[in-house]
Structures are given as C-alpha cells and as structure tokens.
C-alpha cells in the first residue's frame, strides 16, 4: 500500500539542530496529512506536529516556536526542523501519513507508520 522511510535522527548537543524527512512511496492516490509523533521510553506516544496537504500545521505545544514542519508535496515527503532542542526532546519519532492508496479501479483510505528514528539531545 504506502510504505514510510524516515531519515535524519542522531545524537546533538542541548541547544542544536536536526532535520527529519519522510518519505511515502506505493500506489498513493492522495495523502491529506502528514505528521510525527515521539515516544521517549515509558511514556506515551504524543503528537510532535502535524501539516495538512493545503500547509495548514498544529504543533505540541512543548515544540511550538522550535520545530517546524514543511512538505514537498510532489516527492510525498514531510520534513520536521527542529532547532533550539532540548534533553526533553529525546525519543524515537515516528512519521504518520493519511490519505488513500489506488486499489484496482477504486481507492481506499490508509494510515501508514514509519519505523521511528532515534533523536537524543544530551545535556
């Protein structure tokens, strides 16, 4: 159906930057959102941000004036800048797509979730 890779997480000093990308790819007919959520170790899984396909966006309000989340619609990709992290900020994060994939003469909705990239601030 719509398979997510993700790219772009590591180790970075309080206070740096990092880029995450995701991208979809399979027999996408549309994808109406896309966003990322983190999960750090025994705790929930939350919404980081989240953008729409006409770039309307809805960020945590934890990340709200750091992390920006943009998409190139034509490469189906959704990016997240994250700037001014924090030791807070770690935890893997996961790329989530909306939309509807081609199935024969007719299409069908999907929600599809990426692997998870690991993102550690250190202090």
């Known amino acids: 159906q719509v398979q997510l890779v993700e790219s772009g997480g590591g180790l970075v000093q309080a206070g740096g930057s990092l880029r995450l990308s995701c991208a979809a790819s399979g027999s996408i007919f549309s994808i109406n959102a896309m966003g990322w959520y983190r999960q750090a170790p025994g705790k929930q899984r939350e919404l980081v941000a989240v953008?729409?396909?006409?770039?309307?966006?809805n960020y945590a309000d934890s990340v709200k004036g750091r992390f920006t989340i943009s998409r190139d619609n034509a490469k189906n990709t959704v990016y997240l800048q994250m700037n001014r992290l924090k030791p807070e900020d770690t935890a893997v994060y996961v790329c989530n797509a909306q939309g509807e994939y081609y199935s024969g003469s007719y299409s069908r909705r999907f929600v599809s979730w990426g692997q998870g990239t690991q993102v550690t601030v250190s202090s």
């Open positions: 953008i729409t396909s006409g770039g309307s966006t």
